[in-house]
Antibody
Framework: EVQLVESGGGLIQPGGSLRLSCAASGFTVSSNFMTWVRQAPGKGPEWISV???????YYADSVKGRFTISRDNSKNTLYLQMNFLRAEDTAVYYC??????????????WGQGTLVTVSS | QTVVTQEPSFSVSPGGTVTLTCGLSSGSVSTTYYPSWYQQTPGQAPRTLIY???IRSSGVPDRFSGSILGNKAALTITGAQADDESDYYCVLYMGSGIWVFGGGTKLTVL
């Protein structure tokens, strides 16, 4: 059974750093593409980063230069290092597994999310 | 800046049919954007309903269907049930590792 469990969220001051983890089971993170999606309170989800199986990485403009996605294959875990945090980064952060069908890239499994609150 | 548009809210009667749409602020949605649809209830993670325009994810009831209608992607719920009351989000794949979510549609079943 595929499971994704996020951790590492919490209250952090503006300008601070936080690292989120997403522990995967039931599949190998390095065999799929993995993404981070966040959802600010009362808002819709926002895609923020992806790491493909070959290691190619992309970021949304809103986090480029501040956030870093990575994975540890030995731990089967996805990470999101978040630096220079701003109030507008406050959100529930979800990791999601991606699947590829023909040329379609979509998200098939989601974690339950971890809340990040950026506030002084 | 690509903006994916959805109706902010919709209501449907139990047993009724409703079609939610997903458009682009400029241009048309086609199958080349590989539209997918996700359902989310408050406090829960999104659930994948539809991918590649019209393929139902595993375990999704066949009352949910996806299509392209005119210049938009569409999610149709046929025979709506009370527990279909949720937020629905479409996502378009822009290519090159970039996805854009729509603003979501809050569906009320009453």
């Amino acid at each position: 059974e595929v499971q994704l469990v996020e951790s590492g969220g919490g209250l952090i001051q503006p300008g601070g750093s936080l690292r989120l983890s997403c522990a995967a089971s039931g599949f190998t993170v390095s065999s799929n593409f993995m993404t981070w999606v966040r959802q600010a309170p009362g808002k819709g989800p926002e895609w923020i980063s992806v790491i493909f199986s070959g290691g190619t990485i992309y970021y949304a403009d809103s986090v480029k230069g501040r956030f870093t996605i990575s994975r540890d294959n030995s731990k089967n875990t996805l990470y999101l290092q978040m630096n220079f945090l701003r109030a507008e980064d406050t959100a529930v952060y979800y990791c999601a597994r991606g699947s590829i069908v023909a040329r379609d890239y979509y998200f098939d499994y989601w974690g339950q999310g971890t809340l990040v609150t950026v506030s002084s | 800046q690509t903006v994916v548009t959805q109706e902010p809210s919709f209501s449907v009667s139990p047993g009724g049919t409703v079609t939610l749409t997903c458009g682009l602020s400029s241009g048309s949605v086609s199958t080349t954007y590989y539209p997918s649809w996700y359902q989310q209830t408050p406090g829960q993670a999104p659930r994948t309903l539809i991918y590649t325009t019209n393929i139902r994810s595993s375990g999704v009831p066949d009352r949910f269907s996806g299509s392209i209608l005119g210049n938009k992607a569409a999610l149709t719920i046929t025979g709506a049930q009370a527990d279909d009351e949720s937020d629905y989000y479409c996502v378009l794949y822009m290519g090159s590792g970039i996805w854009v979510f729509g603003g979501g549609t809050k569906l009320t079943v009453l």
